[in-house]
């Protein structure tokens, strides 16, 4: 620790004595008492608890939770009290996000890890399967509907399209090669190792293929905030093909969900199955074109009159094309609305990266998350898999996802990237999360009740419980290794400017990008989504 040292000189000179400030700075090893090093954890450890006006918002909002759960009775009557079905669905997805955002603030895990065990964790200790229940079957899958349709229009608002064009080779590649080589990976190794069919290995593979940006795009912008990566944009390019990679997935799955369970001629669900993506692209386009122009832009209500209206253009669609069988155009359709008017809105003053309507989905998702993945850990019946089963799940998942790694840091490289930043690249390509979530039980609700075999049924169940440890596995590892690796893989250029900030996150980042996250999260987390 560098130490100053004042010394004052007094000499005799002819004029008089002069006094001479002199600062001598050294460097000496400073002991710390044991009482002080207690003193200094405790504040470190007090820094992690809310401050006021978190505590006023928590009161809010668990004042709010009470009201709506009182009133609630005068529906549900006895459902929604201790014992029935609608108490414990509620009471599920509380503790997972007070769980979640509690794991969050003591360690570097994103908080639908925490979210997730929850669930599994509930299910394991639960005497009863609340989703046997048909009125809690059909919210959880109604939910499902919605999920999407938020998460789809989060994501494209904040597409920075300049970089894309400008970096089009390099974020369409990592957005697409990796998730190819990992589908077909799945696919073989769920054949060799568990006995999957080809047809359902691709089809979970198209799941697990896709990557998670919202879980690392925090921590790689927090890496850019201090100065590491700023030379080749590393969190532009992490936010870009993340998203990219989302919007890939979306089409291909519709492609193959649709090729395999849609009740028609093979060749015939394949071409219907592909047009699909093309109505999707028209159908999005025309939107956006719509919420451009209604309502008028220097409306005062122009951002929440937009809102209301891409979620309930995307909602609609979404159960139109379920019940038409086309596949993945709701997904393409609600991508291209979204990223579509947000250039547009660009050209008229609102931002690109923090319009209001962005703001709006932001929040959505704060509420919508503790849903999705408590509800989805809920459906990882560990009684039912054996260790032998569990083994090769956990093989099948990691070796894929190796080779998918392997892949993307070759792509990387090849787009002249450092070894250190591709394989920075390939890590935050890790963690497996909000689609798979979305997804965890399409492969049940998707088989036909009338003509699939028990073995059907055994796989479309092992499905889920493939997709949720995926979930649990890869997130947390994901997350543990961005944190711990991205300083020592980003090198620091000082001679290039800090960056743009990324689309995805507002300018409220920091070194406790951890610690702001209290019950409706502030500004600055809500942003990190």
Same mark, same amino acid.
């Not at 929440?304 to 891409?310: H, K």
């Given at each position: 620790m560098a130490m100053a040292n004042y010394r004052v000189n007094d000499d005799d000179s002819p004029e008089g004595k002069t006094s001479v400030l002199t600062y001598d700075t050294s460097f000496s090893q400073t002991n710390r008492s044991p009482k002080s090093k207690a003193k200094l954890l405790c504040i470190k450890l007090c820094s992690t608890f809310p401050f006021v006006p978190e505590l006023k918002q928590y009161v809010g909002v668990i004042t709010c939770g009470l009201l709506l759960w009182g009133s609630s009775w005068f529906l549900f009557e006895d459902d929604v009290l201790p014992g029935g079905y609608l108490f414990e669905m509620g009471a599920l997805v509380v503790s997972g996000y007070s769980f979640g955002h509690t794991l969050e603030r003591f360690t570097t895990l994103n908080?639908?890890?925490?979210?997730?065990?929850?669930?599994?964790?509930? &299910? /394991?200790?639960?005497?009863?399967?609340?989703? $046997?229940? *048909?009125?809690?079957?059909?919210?959880? #899958?109604?939910?499902? &509907?919605? !999920?999407?349709?938020?998460?789809?229009?989060?994501? *494209?608002?904040?597409? @920075?399209?300049?970089?894309?064009? @400008?970096?089009?080779?390099?974020?369409?590649?990592?957005?697409?090669?990796?998730?190819?080589?990992?589908?077909?990976?799945?696919?073989?190794?769920t054949h060799l190792l568990l006995g999957f069919p080809w047809h359902w290995g691709i089809h979970l593979g198209s799941i697990l293929s896709s990557v998670s940006p919202a879980l690392i795009v925090p921590t790689t912008v927090a890496l850019s905030s201090k100065g590491l990566g700023l030379k080749n944009q590393i969190a532009l390019l992490v936010a870009n093909a993340g998203g990219l990679d989302t919007a890939f997935t979306e089409g291909m799955f519709g492609i193959i969900n649709s090729a395999i369970f849609y009740p028609?001629?093979?060749? /015939?669900?394949?071409?219907?199955?592909?047009?699909?993506?093309?109505?999707?692209i028209g159908l999005g386009s025309v939107w956006a074109i719509f919420v451009? /122009?209604?309502?008028?832009? $220097?409306?005062?209500?122009?951002?929440?009159? &937009?809102?209301?209206?891409?979620? =309930?253009?995307?909602?609609?669609?979404? /159960?139109?094309?379920? !019940?038409?069988g086309w596949g993945g155009s709701s997904g393409v359709a609600i991508m291209i609305c979204a990223g579509s008017a947000a250039t547009r809105w660009a050209r008229r003053d609102w931002p690109l990266n923090n319009n209001p309507v962005s703001e709006v989905y932001k929040l959505l998702w704060t509420i919508f998350e503790p849903m999705l993945f408590s509800l989805s850990g809920y459906f990882l019946e560990v009684s039912q898999i054996t260790v032998q089963? #569990?083994?090769?799940?956990?093989?099948?998942?990691?070796?894929?996802?190796?080779? %998918?790694?392997?892949?993307?840091?070759?792509?990387?490289?090849? @787009?002249?990237?450092?070894? $250190?930043?591709?394989? #920075?690249?390939?890590?935050?390509?890790?963690?497996?999360?909000?689609?798979?979530?979305?997804?965890? &039980?399409? =492969?049940?609700?998707?088989? *036909?009740?009338?003509?699939?075999?028990?073995?059907?049924?055994?796989?479309?169940?092992?499905?889920?419980?493939?997709?949720?440890? =995926?979930?649990?596995?890869?997130?947390?590892?994901?997350?543990?290794?961005?944190?711990?690796?991205?300083?020592?893989?980003?090198?620091?250029?000082? $001679?290039?400017? *800090?960056?743009?900030?990324?689309?995805?996150?507002?300018?409220?980042?920091?070194?406790?990008?951890? %610690?702001? @996250?209290?019950?409706?999260?502030?500004?600055?987390r809500i942003e990190q989504l």
């Open positions: 908080p639908v890890v925490g979210m997730t065990l929850v669930g599994v964790t509930w &299910r /394991y200790f639960s005497s009863t399967n609340f989703l $046997k229940n *048909p009125i809690a079957d059909s919210i959880d #899958f109604h939910l499902r &509907r919605i !999920y999407p349709v938020i998460i789809l229009t989060k994501g *494209p608002l904040t597409w @920075n399209w300049q970089y894309i064009k @400008n970096n089009s080779i390099k974020v369409f590649s990592l957005a697409t090669l990796p998730w190819i080589v990992e589908c077909l990976s799945t696919a073989v190794l028609s001629e093979p060749v /015939y669900r394949i071409v219907k199955a592909i047009l699909a993506i093309f109505v999707g451009d /122009y209604i309502p008028d832009h $220097k409306d005062f209500y122009a951002p929440t009159v &937009r809102s209301l209206l891409i979620f =309930a253009g995307g909602l609609f669609i979404t /159960y139109v094309s379920g !019940y038409l089963e #569990f083994g090769l799940i956990v093989a099948c998942i990691f070796s894929a996802l190796f080779i %998918r790694m392997i892949t993307a840091l070759l792509v990387a490289l090849v @787009n002249n990237l450092t070894f $250190k930043e591709s394989l #920075f690249i390939a890590i935050t390509w890790m963690p497996k999360a909000i689609v798979e979530a979305v997804l965890v &039980r399409v =492969a049940v609700d998707s088989l *036909p009740s009338d003509s699939a075999t028990a073995h059907d049924k055994w796989i479309a169940t092992h499905h889920s419980k493939i997709i949720v440890i =995926a979930i649990i596995f890869t997130s947390t590892l994901g997350s543990v290794l961005t944190t711990a690796l991205g300083p020592i893989l980003l090198s620091r250029d000082t $001679k290039v400017a *800090p960056m743009e900030e990324p689309q995805t996150l507002s300018s409220c980042q920091g070194d406790d990008i951890a %610690r702001t @996250n209290n019950i409706l999260k502030s500004p600055c």
